[in-house]
Structure formats: C-alpha cells, structure tokens
Nanobody, 116 residues
C-alpha cells in the first residue's frame, strides 16, 4: 500500500523554525531516495531537499544552510528541519520519492506559513 503522511507544519514568524515529518509506507521508503517538495500558491511544485538511502543529501539553493533533511530507516520516516524561515518559504510541503513515485501518488501535504 502506498502512503505518505506529512505533518509538522504551522504558522511561524520570520526567523523561526519548524520540523516537518513524513511517515511513508515501506514500499515508497525502502532503499529509495526521498525528497521534500513544496508548492506555493500560483507556482509549480519544486524540490527542496533530497536524501538517498545512504544519506547523501542535496538542497535547493534557496534553502542551503537553513534546511536539513534526514531520515530514520527503521521508522520509514523522513524529516525536514527548517531554520531561519522566510516569508518566501510559505508553501504546502510534500514528501515523495526523488524522482517522484511513478504512481503519481502524493500525500495531503502540510502547510507552512511564515508571517509576522
């Protein structure tokens, strides 16, 4: 069964921090590269960060030095620690394989709003 459940979003002031979690089904998570994506209103979904099964990481230039992706293989969970948040980080955040799962399935996402 394919399943992705994102959580941890919320409203935060500029400069604040949030930690997102994504619980994935074993089918999606196991031995696969996982990614965090985001989609802001009126914009296309974009990759924010990715982590391989061997924990090699990649980040979009816009979040380098502020965001950290990690994974717990025992829990089939991937995390995104977001620090020094900016209003431009406001978006719905999703996790999925990288590249995205060929089934086209996406979870419900978690809303992150950065505003004073």
């Amino acid at each position: 069964q394919v399943q992705l459940v994102e959580s941890g979003g919320g409203l935060v002031q500029p400069g604040g921090s949030l930690r997102l979690s994504c619980a994935a089904s074993r089918t999606i998570f196991s031995a696969n590269t996982m990614g965090w994506y985001r989609q802001a209103p009126g914009k296309q979904r974009e990759l924010v960060a990715a982590i391989s099964s061997g924990r090699r990481t990649n980040y979009a230039d816009s979040v380098k030095g502020r965001f950290t992706i990690s994974r717990d293989n025992a829990k089939n969970t991937v995390y995104l620690q977001m620090n020094s948040l900016k209003p431009d980080d406001t978006a719905v955040y999703y996790c999925n394989n990288y590249p995205p799962n060929i089934s086209g399935y996406w979870g419900q996402g978690t809303q992150v709003t950065v505003s004073s």
